[in-house]
């Protein structure tokens, strides 16, 4: 199972500003090895995002504890946008529909995509999107390979999140790619995973035409509980 990046972040601390406060940003580039802070950014402010949804799909997954029990049920739409301006592609991740079963109360504390070794990456999320909460920050690996949408404070449901925006130099995408989603369980503090696979990444070659057969919901749900870090 793809491990979680052990990255640490720092919160913001003070605001220099009022009119930054309340500027919206456009996306900004996340290089390798990188952190940047997330203000939300929308097509009006960054018209390069503006663009034709190529492909869609939303994944429904379920949350168990090592007994078997169901904690969480919930919708990850993957979608890959293809930009009107510069023709490149930018994939968008949502988390949607989530509830909470059997009177447990959970939270995801972040979520990280992978598949984006060698390319660019200009990285926000959309605040004219539907969806309740952003991420605050956005992280990359040394490797450049993972991304991860880090909340401020846990998203919990019925929340769902605003959809994440990751514009790529990119022109084809495969579904090679890998969802991975951080989870507290708020009553316990137990941490717990779920992985999803089968989401768009970039490619270097064009999506077999045999993945188009299999639709939406393509994959289901792995979740399993660790022990919760010190410190």
């Known amino acids: 199972m793809?491990?979680?990046?052990?990255?640490?972040?720092?919160?913001?601390?003070?605001?220099?500003?009022?009119?930054?406060?309340?500027?919206?940003?456009?996306?900004?580039?996340?290089?390798?090895?990188?952190?940047?802070?997330?203000?939300?950014?929308?097509?009006?402010?960054?018209?390069?995002?503006?663009?034709?949804?190529?492909h869609e799909n939303l994944i429904g997954f379920t949350l168990t504890d090592p007994s078997g029990a169901t904690l969480l049920t919930g919708n990850y739409l993957d979608r890959v946008i293809r930009s009107t301006n510069t023709g490149q592609l930018i994939f968008s991740g949502r988390l949607q529909d989530l509830t909470n079963v059997g009177?447990?109360?959970?939270?995801?504390?972040?979520?990280?995509?992978?598949?984006?070794?060698?390319?660019?990456?200009?990285?926000?999320?959309?605040?004219?999107?539907?969806?309740d909460v952003g991420p605050y920050l956005a992280a990359r690996s040394g490797d450049g390979d993972n991304i991860i949408f880090e909340f401020d404070f846990q998203l919990e449901p019925p929340e769902s999140s605003l959809p994440s925006s990751i514009a790529t130099d990119a022109t084809l995408f495969d579904l090679s790619g890998t969802a991975f989603f951080s989870i507290e369980n708020l009553i316990t503090f137990d941490d717990l995973e779920i992985e999803l696979t089968g989401i768009a990444a970039p490619s270097p070659v064009p999506l077999p035409a045999a993945f188009w057969m299999f639709g939406s919901g393509l994959i289901g749900l792995i979740g399993i509980q660790r022990q919760r870090r010190k410190g």
């Open 2 to 54: 793809l491990k979680r990046l052990s990255i640490h972040f720092s919160k913001l601390t003070a605001i220099i500003g009022l009119g930054l406060w309340f500027t919206t940003a456009s996306a900004a580039i996340l290089s390798p090895g990188s952190n940047i802070d997330l203000n939300g950014t929308t097509a009006a402010a960054d018209p390069d995002l503006a663009g034709t949804v190529v």
């Open 103 to 131: 009177g447990n109360s959970v939270g995801i504390d972040d979520w990280s995509v992978s598949g984006f070794s060698g390319y660019q990456t200009d990285v926000e999320y959309r605040s004219d999107g539907l969806g």
